[in-house]
């Protein structure tokens, strides 16, 4: 009976310590997707874990060290519980070198050895040439030296001495150029990314599964030092023809993990976005006041990686002085409220080096009505705009824009969806078609003294031209100065029947113009001041030469 007591209590604490031994695990998993936000990306890994019953540690190894721990989530089937999920540093974590950077870094051993080498016979050639100058007396004590003795001791230093500058000029230029070939190797090494802090962070998921079997375990979690930007081409082939607009994002990847051949997402939702009672705060409304800006003219190598079918290409041309940039750096963008999703068809592999990657998102026409606008005052061409409707269902958010016009690369614009108007206004550059004039009527420009003031009159004509075989819509800005003292006194004498803003002193034509079609508009106004306090009656433009 005691027997059978024992084997009984023996099967007993067996089963307790087997409930209590936890199987811990690390497994191998693999990114399936990456939802990349404008500041952050949510990445998913997948993988298939083997599980015993009871308790089971699942460690998830190579996570970005640029996780955000609140953001972990982890999906499995319904009959396995999560009881716990962490994260720590892998303090064991050693970066695994490419082929290439483990040959540049055999090759900088090689000159750095090479250079140690040269510095020592340096140091060596130094401390002879020393020696021989320091003992350069050969007279004794006792006795005087023979001339023959002197001969033989002044042609050995000599030549010993011209033989060490030699050879301490070789060397010197020698290490000159191990230098360089380092320099270009460290160069290359950073452009590899292989240098730098480099750390690995583990996910540890804690499970319970009421019995042993194999599941698939998917882990969610959003890393910074990730994003996204707009950038758009907008073409434009005829002024009767709708635009079409080309979108992609520019994504970039700085979490020291590639996403090679992954499904992506763009979103412009806050992957951060605090699950706490929203607060509001007052929202003021004012005037917006439009302004028509040249184009930017980018004449460099922006450094862009394109993609095509889901592969990267980079450019060869290196950009030295924007290299150090490793996040994109520029204006706020402005995004609606109402977060917007765009599911990428093709896979794309996005390496973590933080340059830029083109990801093709949508392309599209949308409707557009032209116009042209021109300011003579400031610039004697016209702009040709295009004033675009429809575009709030496409899901646009503020960006850069590349401009095309009859196959021709224009120049980049900002296309600002802020505007809380349904229209959406893109300059399309210089119209060469539309020839304008301005010029000073000398004939009714003058100066002249009456009693205590002084009285000058200026006189401009403005001509118009369209070259083009259709009509065109023109409207033509000029301005006439505004008066901020009561002894300063501006008087209109002739607008041509331009519609006039007293406040701000603009002046505003609108024409239909025909094909060859000139029309032309004068302008005319004086100024009234004393005598004795002068007044700058016209603005000066000057552009000079800048020494660097």
């Known amino acids: 009976m005691k027997y059978l007591f024992l084997i009984a209590s023996v099967m007993v604490l067996s089963i307790s310590l087997k409930a209590q031994i936890i199987n811990d695990q690390s497994v ?42 609140k953001s972990m989530r ?97 060397n010197r230029m020698e290490i000159i150029e191990i230098s360089a070939y380092q320099q270009k190797i460290e160069n290359q ?107 930017e003219y980018d004449y460099f190598n922006d450094n862009s990686i394109v993609q095509e079918k889901g592969e990267a290409s980079k450019s060869s041309a290196l950009q030295q002085a924007v290299q150090a940039v490793d996040i994109p750096q520029g204006r706020m963008i402005e995004v609606s409220e109402l977060s917007a999703y765009f599911e990428i068809k093709e896979k794309y592999t996005i390496n973590a080096d933080a340059k830029p990657y083109y990801i093709d998102v949508e392309d599209f026409f949308l409707t557009a009505s032209y116009k042209h606008i021109t300011i003579p005052k400031n610039d004697k061409y016209a702009f040709l705009l295009a004033r675009i409707t429809g575009w709030e269902e496409q899901n646009l958010i503020s960006g850069y824009a590349n401009v095309y016009f009859n196959d021709t690369y224009i120049g980049r614009s900002f296309i600002n969806t802020a505007e809380l108007t349904d229209t959406l206004e893109v300059s399309l550059g210089r119209d060469s078609k539309i020839i304008v004039n301005r010029t000073q009527l000398k004939e009714f420009t003058k100066k002249q003294l009456i009693g205590s003031n002084r009285k000058e009159v200026f006189a ?29 006194v501006v008087d209109l004498i002739d607008v041509s029947s331009a519609s006039k803003n007293d406040l701000t002193g603009e002046l505003e034509w609108n024409f239909l113009l025909k094909p060859n079609e000139v029309r032309k508009v004068v302008m005319s106004y004086s100024i009234k001041y004393p005598k004795t306090k002068p007044v700058r009656t016209q603005k000066y433009k000057m552009q000079s030469a800048r020494f660097l």
């Open 189 to 295: 090494l950073y452009e590899l990314k292989a240098e730098g802090n480099y750390s690995r962070n583990i996910i540890s998921i804690l499970l319970y599964s009421p019995k042993t079997q194999s599941v698939d375990v998917e882990l969610k979690y959003v890393v910074q030092e990730a994003g996204w930007v707009p950038i758009y081409d907008i073409i434009a082939e005829q002024l009767n023809d709708s635009i079409k607009l080309i979108y992609r994002a520019k994504v970039y990847n700085n979490t020291q993990i590639d996403w090679k051949n992954v499904a992506i997402k763009l979103s412009t939702a806050d992957p951060l976005k605090s699950a706490d009672k929203p607060s509001m705060d007052p929202w003021y409304l004012n005037y917006k006041y439009s302004s028509y800006k040249k184009l």
């Open 460 to 488: 401009y004509e403005i001509s118009v031209k369209n070259n083009r075989k259709y009509p065109v819509n023109l409207k033509v800005l000029d301005q006439f100065p505004v008066s901020q003292d009561n002894d300063i």
């Open 74 to 170: 982890v999906k499995c089937p319904n009959d396995v519980s999560i009881l716990s999920l962490t994260s720590q540093i892998d303090h064991l974590y050693k970066k695994e070198l490419t082929p290439m950077v483990t040959l540049l870094k055999d090759s900088l051993k090689i000159q750095n050895d090479k250079l140690n080498r040269l510095n020592d016979q340096q140091d060596a050639l130094s401390v002879e040439k020393e020696l021989l100058l320091t003992n350069r007396n050969l007279k004794s004590e006792q006795n005087g030296v023979s001339i023959q003795d002197l001969k033989e001791a002044a042609t050995y230093y000599r030549q010993r001495i011209e033989a060490i500058n030699i050879e301490m000029t070789k």
């Open 28 to 69: 191998k998993s693999k990114i399936s997707s990456s939802v990349v936000y404008l500041d952050g990306a949510e990445i998913t890994r997948l993988a298939t874990v083997n599980l015993r019953e009871g308790k089971n540690i699942i460690r998830f190894p190579g996570i970005s060290p640029q996780l955000v721990n």
